[in-house]
T-cell receptor, first 111, second 112 residues
Framework: RKEVEQDPGPFNVPEGATVAFNCTYS??????FFWYRQDCRKEPKLLMS???SGNEDGRFTAQLNRASQYISLLIRDSKLSDSATYLC????????????FGAGTRLAVHP | NAGVTQTPKFQVLKTGQSMTLQCAQD?????MYWYRQDPGMGLRLIYY???????DKGEVPNGYNVSRLNKREFSLRLESAAPSQTSVYFC???????????FGNGTRLTVT
């Protein structure tokens, strides 16, 4: 299994829809996870940190399933401005002090 | 608050030329990183520095060298550029390893 895997999408959804992305990881010892958002030709920006079972911030909810080794990102009431690529980030399993990025899931919200 | 500053924003090199990408952060972070991003590949770690005075290889270190000049600055050097190094390069910093990363705006490098 790859360190971290994401469905590349694209997910095309109408405004107001609820959409969910999953991210699977291989390091069962991982304690901290992150979701980043990246707009086209811009740098990644932190969206949410996930340290325990989950985290909620407004329309965004991140959940962690340790047994199945995946994290999910749920976006409710999608806005046009949510269109971006969402990157899942997990700690490296090789014992090195670094984070591994997934290739990202692209979301396109249309009117 | 500038955060993470990278220079230059754009660069075109010929094969075999050398250059250094500069990165500085003003958040008093201990850890700094260099990533490259290619279409369909996601972000791949080139080198990182867990703390001042240490540097370690990441996933794709070949063809690159780094210097952690001080706590603020972490530079990436291409000694002899190759077309395969055409990419977008991001510098990032974090308070400690495994804490959230803060990225610079990126450097778009083209090697012809």
């Amino acid at each position: 299994r790859k360190e971290v895997e994401q469905d590349p999408g694209p997910f095309n959804v109408p405004e107001g829809a609820t959409v969910a992305f999953n991210c699977t990881y291989s390091n069962s010892a991982s304690q901290s996870f992150f979701w980043y958002r990246q707009d086209c030709r811009k740098e990644p920006k932190l969206l949410m940190s996930v340290y325990s079972s989950g985290n909620e911030d407004g329309r965004f909810t991140a959940q962690l399933n340790r047994a199945s080794q995946y994290i999910s990102l749920l976006i409710r009431d999608s806005k046009l401005s949510d269109s971006a690529t969402y990157l899942c980030v997990v700690p490296d399993s090789g014992g090195y002090n670094k984070l591994i990025f997934g290739a990202g899931t692209r979301l396109a919200v249309h009117p | 608050n500038a955060g993470v500053t990278q220079t230059p924003k754009f660069q075109v090199l010929k094969t075999g030329q050398s250059m250094t990408l500069q990165c500085a952060q003003d958040m008093n972070h201990n850890s700094m990183y260099w990533y490259r991003q290619d279409p369909g590949m996601g972000l791949r770690l080139i080198y990182y520095s867990a703390s001042e005075g240490t540097t370690d290889k990441g996933e794709v270190p070949n063809g690159y060298n780094v210097s952690r000049l001080n706590k603020r600055e972490f530079s990436l050097r291409l000694e002899s550029a190759a077309p395969s190094q055409t990419s977008v390069y991001f510098c990032a910093s974090s308070e400690v390893t495994f804490s959230p990363l803060h990225f610079g705006n990126g450097t778009r490098l083209t090697v012809t």
